[in-house]
């Protein structure tokens, strides 16, 4: 694949910037209309998603021209974090809604919400084999569930203040 680094905007912009040039310019695959929160891509670097305050989570493919993304309205609230499974099936999502959700990318539909947070979840993502998902949030806490059965494993509550990040 191209070697190519993504990126999110402020004014929700979503660009690709080429490193095989002297002089990259980037190009624009389009926008939200609230500021961009999260950027991932799927192992293949086929795909890229965007989370954004907007509410919304954006699948684009990875070429360098304007499209019409997949569109995710799983949320009510801005979206701060999403990721892409190994094997590009599920898409990833939290938002300041306290859930962590996971969609189908084949099918373009709501799959599971996972259930437990008690304030704005953060940071969410997925093992390398997807078999397990982490989040952490505004309620001080770090979550280990099972992405299978959509269930809590595990929860961590020695933190002081919000956990912002998990991998």
Known sequence: GRQQV??????GGVLLWPLATARPRPSRLGSHQGPVTSVATSASGELIATASTDT??????????????????????PVRCCDISSNARLLLTCADDKLVKMSSLPDRRFAASLIGHANWVLSAHFSPKAERVVSGGDDKTVRLWDAERHSSLCVWYDHEGSVTCTR
């Open 6 to 11: 993504a990126c999110g905007l402020e004014d």
């Open 56 to 77: 919304t989570v954006k699948v684009w493919r990875n070429q360098s021209a304007r499209q019409a993304p997949t569109e995710f309205r799983v949320h009510f609230s």
